[in-house]
């Protein structure tokens, strides 16, 4: 009821391979455009399901475009939330109205173990009229959200191309950009988060925007990041 979507898996769905997809104009239907229809154009989900919810979903060679509109809530090429061992490679992610692709852990210890790989991600965000004040209110290219610490454990994000992203109506600059990696609590990962090798150009505000926490973000790693 509260989801208009393009393609959606979610828990117990496992093992699924999303490839060669064309998924465009995803909210554009007058019952999307309520306030509390969140938009994706494909969706992986586990929902609470038991840590560390493997799903074993591949998204591959899929274009994704034009999803979402104005209305204060959330709007994502592609999300991955609450779910682990999934693929993302190969896409191509541009003109979502706020995010083009987000990875997020929801309950403790479920999102870890993701790669996210040669992704073109282009031309998101900016597209709303207003400042936007939907819960999540980020804008701009790819967004690494971890709200539970060990969530996020082992996910590598790598050799993704991120370029004319545009955040200026996210709800603050620290939710704005090309790569955004936002922590929400002082928690620590027992493996690693890798970021390495993307190339990252001409996004609005900026084209790398950390938010660590009150004590750091441990066991983050990041390297050749152009």
């Known amino acids: 009821e509260y989801c208009a979507n393009g393609l959606i898996s979610v828990w117990p769905a496992t093992h699924q391979i999303y490839?060669?997809?064309?998924?465009?104009?995803?909210?554009?239907?007058?019952w999307d455009k309520r306030s509390y229809v969140d938009r994706e154009g494909i969706a992986i989900a586990a929902f609470k399901a038991p840590a560390p919810a493997d799903m074993y979903i591949t998204v591959e060679n899929n274009t994704i475009s034009y999803v979402?509109?104005?209305a204060d809530t959330n709007n994502m090429g592609f999300f991955n939330f609450d779910s682990s061992s999934n693929i993302i490679r190969y896409n191509?992610?541009?003109?979502?109205?706020?995010?083009?692709?987000?990875?997020?852990?929801?309950?403790?210890a479920t999102g870890q173990n993701l790669q996210v790989y040669y992704n073109l991600?282009?031309?998101?965000?900016?597209?709303?009229?207003?400042i936007d004040n939907s819960y999540s209110s980020f804008h701009g290219g790819l967004v690494i959200k971890n709200n539970n610490g060990r969530g996020m454990d082992g996910t590598k994000v790598y050799n993704n191309v991120i370029y004319n992203n545009n955040g200026m109506n996210a709800s603050d600059d620290e939710k704005a950009g090309g790569l955004q990696i936002y922590k929400n609590f002082d928690a620590v990962q027992d493996a690693p988060i890798n970021v390495k090798n993307n190339i990252v150009f001409n996004?609005?505000?900026y084209q790398f925007r950390m938010r660590t926490?009150?004590?750091g973000f441990?066991?983050?790693?990041?390297?050749n990041n152009l």
């Open 19 to 30: 490839s060669g997809n064309i998924v465009t104009h995803i909210g554009d239907l007058s």
């Open 68 to 70: 979402g509109n104005d």
């Open 92 to 108: 191509n992610i541009h003109h979502s109205s706020k995010v083009g692709l987000m990875i997020s852990d929801g309950a403790a």
């Open 121 to 130: 991600i282009h031309d998101n965000g900016g597209s709303a009229s207003t």
């Open 203 to 205: 996004n609005f505000p």
């Open 213 to 215: 926490g009150s004590s």
């Open 218 to 223: 441990t066991n983050l790693v990041l390297n």
